[in-house]
């Protein structure tokens, strides 16, 4: 069946950095976009970034553009998000995220970011 | 960027009542070719979303048939037909016509009374 397993969340000081990770199986990770979506504490879903199956097509949300970079490595089924100079407003749980048909059909269990002093 | 309202934001219901959850975009959803994308979302406490319906009406695998989607363009609706215990939660609609900035709905709180 379908994973995706994410890991690298912490406590991170603001202007800090930190690297996000999802590790995926079930499904042949090389043929599929994949995105990150966030959700800060009590409020909705926020898609932040996606790429395409080679890497070639990338897609960051406007709050993140600059300071966020999602990658992927295919020979080892993983995703990333490299995040720069973190803010106070980026403290949320974040999802590895299967995109499929245009919408989001399978969903990690999400990694808490907590960018605070 | 299309903006996705959803009404009400809070839903009281009995169980074994239906109940439903408007939603509406800022923009028509008809993609060019032919299909309209609005997806719906459960989130129960404490756990990840879980897509429910794609493409306006098409239920996933494993969502009970109490569920059901429908609308065009600008507005849709989610139903649930009898809410049961396990229908708790916050019920998200979202955009997948316009890329690249795909956009969900504030998120309805559904919970009985």
């Known amino acids: 069946q379908v994973q995706l397993v994410e890991s690298g969340g912490g406590l991170v000081k603001p202007g800090g950095s930190l690297r996000l990770s999802c590790t995926a199986s079930?499904?042949?990770?090389?043929?599929?976009?994949m995105s990150w979506i966030r959700q800060a504490p009590g409020k909705g879903l926020e898609l932040i970034s996606y790429i395409s199956e080679s890497g070639s097509t990338i897609y960051h949300a406007d709050p993140v553009k600059g300071r966020f970079s999602i990658s992927r490595d295919n020979t080892k089924n993983s995703l990333f998000l490299d995040m720069n100079s973190l803010r106070a407003e980026d403290t949320a749980v974040y999802f590895c995220?299967?995109?499929?048909?245009?919408?989001?059909?399978?969903w990690g269990q999400g990694t808490l970011l907590t960018v605070s002093s | 960027e299309v903006v996705m309202t959803q009404s009400p934001l809070s839903l009281p219901v009995t169980l074994g009542q239906p109940a439903s959850i408007s939603c509406r975009s800022s923009q028509s959803l008809l993609h060019s070719t032919g299909n309209t994308y609005l997806s719906w979302y459960h989130q129960r406490p404490g756990q990840s979303p879980r897509r429910l319906i794609s493409?306006?009406?098409k239920r996933d695998s494993g969502v009970p048939d109490r569920f059901s989607g429908s609308g065009a363009g600008t507005d849709f609706t989610l139903r649930i037909s009898r809410v049961e215990a396990e229908d708790v939660g916050i019920y998200y609609c979202m955009q997948g016509t316009h890329w690249p900035a795909l956009t969900f709905g504030e998120g309805t709180k559904v919970e009985i009374k």
């Open positions: 995220v299967r995109p499929a048909d245009s919408s989001f059909d399978f």
């Open positions: 493409k306006v009406s």
């Open positions: 079930g499904f042949d990770f090389s043929d599929s976009f």
